[in-house]
């Protein structure tokens, strides 16, 4: 899988999953953070897209348990919110690459992906 995308909203699942679906990429979808890390250890994806709230754990919970599956150390992760900025600030920890606010724009979702995506990274290690 290209993206693992980490979201309990099944709304924002489908329409963050089927756009980048369009742009050809792979996209595995887990509505918790214990799924996601099942599905990154069967195929390690080269960028992960994290909510900030789950069910389980809160953002930066899930990228430090991502980050201890195999080739998930050096992945790209991007957080995503409907959170004030000000209460972004609090969540969004430097291991994020990059911040997606909610409603996400797609043109903004996009670029972002494409700049921080390299198929070859989780690949390589994973």
């Given at each position: 899988m290209?993206?693992?995308l980490v979201?309990?909203n099944p709304l924002?699942?489908?329409?963050?999953?089927?756009?980048?679906?369009?742009?050809?990429y792979?996209?595995?979808i887990?509505g918790?953070?214990?799924?996601?890390?099942?599905?990154a250890?069967?195929?390690?994806?080269?960028?992960?897209?994290?909510?900030i709230?789950l069910?389980?754990?809160?953002?930066?919970?899930?990228?430090?348990?991502l980050?201890?599956?195999?080739?998930?150390?050096t992945?790209?992760?991007?957080?995503?919110?409907g959170?004030s900025e000000?209460?972004?600030v609090?969540f969004?920890?430097?291991?994020?690459?990059a911040?997606?606010?909610k409603?996400?724009?797609l043109?903004?979702l996009?670029?972002?992906?494409?700049r921080?995506?390299n198929?070859?990274?989780?690949?390589s290690v994973?």
């Amino acid at each position: 899988m290209d993206i693992m995308l980490v979201d309990d909203n099944p709304l924002m699942q489908q329409l963050v999953a089927r756009f980048l679906g369009d742009l050809g990429y792979s996209v595995g979808i887990a509505g918790r953070a214990d799924e996601a890390v099942v599905l990154a250890r069967r195929d390690a994806p080269a960028l992960f897209m994290i909510d900030i709230h789950l069910p389980d754990l809160d953002g930066p919970e899930a990228l430090l348990a991502l980050r201890n599956v195999p080739g998930g150390a050096t992945t790209p992760a991007i957080a995503m919110s409907g959170l004030s900025e000000s209460e972004a600030v609090r969540f969004v920890t430097p291991d994020f690459v990059a911040y997606l606010p909610k409603p996400i724009d797609l043109d903004v979702l996009e670029a972002t992906v494409a700049r921080h995506f390299n198929p070859g990274l989780a690949r390589s290690v994973g």
